[in-house]
């Protein structure tokens, strides 16, 4: 069934005279048309399948109603900038198979000619537009026949192998070894290539100088953490909670509640404390004992009716799991108790409880008032994080909450930004601003920021690729919060979010952070299987327009002129 996409229908207002750089979409121009020096419009589709699948893929999808098939690289030029803009292996549409394909019944021996070539490089290859075979780039040794393998790739290399086409042309197919992502050619010959978007997004970079906090690895530099020394940007950050129990990573100890500390994401955070402030009533009068379990030490301070706050826990120590219990202390019914208690984390399993027993009972939680105390409201949980670097989303942020802080900035039609480790998806990231790409930096955060422009509503799909963590946010809601430390592999690191989107101008802020190693950050505009579209920001391709002030009502008509497509899309999808 031919798939009804966003994709192919914004191409085609984009043939009207407006579209896109071929470094910001999924789609990039060469002119290699049928007329010498015209353009055709070339597409990376990501999603894996075998040869024949993306050769039936392929000829399903249609630019401004001109059909698509596997890309025929029939000269050295051409196979050049294809590999130029679309750098990576990919599917071809070059077979030497003679027998029909179960999907279809195309047989190319019978249409073309084909027939199997085995190791000969220049044997009876055959395009699958029946072009003519006359060049070929087929790396040393290569085709070799190996089992059976009657479909060309273009390698990261820029050389052919030869490989299996899969199981509807009789061959096998041996996992992710033959399952390849492929390239759409459209025959569009286009007089003159695509014009550049005239998108704007403001990036920032922000780079935080402050030098590493200490260790906390015991209660007085967990004390200094508390008093701002050293402390992580974004941090202090507090939540409510209603029972004394904390996890941050490793096991659990008594109870198995086990809340993640307030603003901790990662799955294993090291040198931070955890301070719980909270008022109880006594119900039942008694000699109640309090205890701590935590990894690794802790502090209980305690005021009753308001005299001055004592000491009833100090554990001062780097270890496991472990409970330490206060002497008792006795308290009347009417009592009211102040609750100051303190634990830190340095290394490894980090986890805090905070439980009592009255008059040798079994010990209960703060929030069970099962044996005597009722909490006066929830406690407030605060963490205090010693600066380790830019490890997470909370740090980034307040990172860029400094002003002066920021030490470059540039607008560009796109956000595909890159310090170190090469591009993402999209080729031709520029560099960060205010970094030298020639030197590997750590512990800055990038920040675009404009105005999305939308003239039909619907549901747009946004991906993230990023080298570490990143966020995405439209009308200040969250749309991607991506709170990692990752690579930036399409295949396993692209997040996604989906974001209702209403005709007029949107704010959208894009932030991605680097704690460490290669660093990189990209915003695309996805289908529904996360094929990428276009960056944000390449409206003419698909990508939705970005801008920096309100323009006028008529610039807004002018701008969107490359998205009456999507309103296409839109009516498709409602009238499915």
Not at 91 to 104: H, K
Not at 130 to 146: C, H, I, K, T, V
């Given at each position: 069934m031919k798939r009804k996409t966003l994709w192919?229908?914004?191409?085609?207002?984009?043939?009207?005279?407006?579209?896109?750089?071929?470094?910001?979409?999924?789609?990039?121009?060469?002119?290699?048309?049928?007329?010498?020096?015209?353009?055709?419009?070339?597409?990376?589709?990501?999603?894996?399948?075998?040869?024949?699948?993306?050769?039936?893929?392929?000829?399903?999808?249609?630019?401004?109603?001109?059909?698509?098939?596997?890309?025929?690289?029939?000269?050295?030029?051409?196979?050049?900038?294809?590999?130029?803009?679309?750098?990576?292996?990919?599917?071809?549409?070059?077979?030497?198979?003679?027998?029909?394909?179960?999907?279809?019944?195309?047989?190319?021996?019978?249409?073309?000619?084909?027939?199997?070539?085995?190791?000969?490089?220049?044997?009876?290859?055959?395009?699958?537009?029946?072009?003519?075979?006359?060049?070929?780039?087929?790396?040393?040794?290569?085709?070799?026949?190996?089992?059976?393998?009657?479909?060309?790739?273009?390698?990261?290399?820029?050389l052919w192998n030869d490989n299996e086409a899969g199981g509807s042309l009789g061959q096998n197919n041996r996992g992710a070894e033959t399952i390849n992502r492929y390239l759409v050619e459209y025959e569009t010959n286009l007089a003159s290539p695509p014009p550049a978007s005239t998108s704007q997004w403001l990036i920032k970079t922000y780079k935080n100088t402050q030098a590493f906090g200490p260790d906390v690895n015991n209660l007085a530099t967990a004390d200094s953490v508390m008093a701002g020394n050293g402390l992580a940007p974004g941090f202090p950050i507090s939540g409510q909670f209603g029972f004394t129990d904390t996890l941050d990573s490793g096991g659990g100890a008594n109870f198995g509640i086990d809340q993640k500390p307030p603003g901790l994401v990662a799955p294993d955070n090291d040198h931070f404390v955890v301070k719980g402030t909270g008022a109880v009533t006594v119900d039942t009068a008694g000699n109640y004992t309090f205890r701590t379990n935590t990894d690794d030490g802790s502090r209980l301070r305690i005021s009753v009716n308001g005299a001055p706050m004592q000491q009833v826990i100090t554990d001062d120590v780097l270890s496991g799991p472990h409970d330490v219990s206060s002497a008792p202390v006795a308290l009347n019914a009417g009592d009211q108790v102040a609750v100051e208690w303190t634990w830190y984390e340095s290394g490894v399993g980090g986890e805090g409880e905070l439980a009592y027993s009255n008059d040798g009972s079994t010990f209960t939680l703060f929030g069970d008032n099962s044996l005597g105390l009722t909490n006066n409201s929830d406690f407030t949980l605060t963490t205090y994080k010693s600066y380790k670097g830019i490890q997470q989303l909370a740090i980034a942020?307040?990172?860029?909450?400094?002003?002066?802080?920021?030490?470059?900035?540039?607008?560009?039609?796109?956000?595909?930004?890159?310090?170190?480790?090469?591009?993402?998806?999209?080729?031709?990231?520029?560099?960060?601003?205010?970094?030298?790409?020639?030197?590997?930096?750590?512990?800055?955060?990038?920040?675009?920021?404009?105005?999305?422009?939308?003239?039909?509503?619907?549901?747009?799909?946004?991906?993230?690729?990023?080298?570490?963590?990143?966020?995405?946010?439209?009308?200040?809601?969250?749309?991607?919060?991506?709170?990692?430390?990752?690579?930036?592999?399409?295949?396993?690191?692209?997040?996604?979010g989906t974001a209702h989107l209403t005709p007029g101008l949107h704010s959208i802020e894009y932030m991605w952070f680097e704690r460490g190693g290669g660093a990189s950050g990209e915003l695309m505009l996805l289908d529904a299987n996360n094929v990428p579209i276009a960056l944000v920001g390449d409206e003419f391709f698909g990508g939705l327009r970005v801008v920096q002030q309100v323009p006028e009502p008529s610039t807004i008509v002018l701008g969107s002129f490359g998205l009456l497509g999507l309103a296409a899309l839109i009516r498709r999808r409602r009238g499915k």
């Open positions: 192919g229908t914004l191409a085609a207002a984009a043939l009207l005279g407006v579209t896109g750089s071929p470094a910001s979409a999924a789609y990039f121009s060469a002119p290699f048309g049928s007329t010498p020096g015209n353009y055709n419009i070339y597409q990376m589709i990501t999603t894996r399948m075998t040869w024949d699948q993306a050769r039936v893929d392929a000829a399903s999808r249609t630019f401004n109603g001109v059909p698509g098939h596997l890309v025929t690289l029939t000269s050295l030029a051409e196979n050049n900038a294809v590999q130029a803009n679309a750098p990576g292996g990919w599917w071809i549409g070059l077979t030497d198979s003679d027998v029909a394909s179960s999907l279809d019944g195309a047989n190319h021996g019978t249409l073309f000619g084909a027939s199997e070539a085995g190791s000969n490089p220049n044997g009876n290859w055959r395009w699958v537009t029946g072009e003519p075979f006359s060049f070929q780039n087929f790396s040393a040794g290569e085709p070799n026949d190996s089992g059976g393998e009657d479909a060309a790739e273009l390698r990261g290399d820029n942020e307040g990172t860029a909450a400094n002003p002066s802080n920021l030490i470059g900035q540039t607008t560009s039609p796109t956000f595909n930004t890159t310090q170190t480790g090469g591009d993402g998806f999209f080729i031709g990231g520029i560099q960060v601003p205010g970094l030298d790409g020639a030197v590997d930096t750590e512990d800055f955060t990038v920040v675009g920021t404009g105005m999305l422009e939308v003239t039909t509503e619907g549901d747009y799909k946004f991906g993230s690729l990023s080298d570490d963590g990143a966020r995405l946010r439209i009308d200040g809601v969250d749309v991607i919060s991506d709170d990692t430390l990752h690579g930036a592999n399409f295949d396993v690191d692209l997040k996604t």
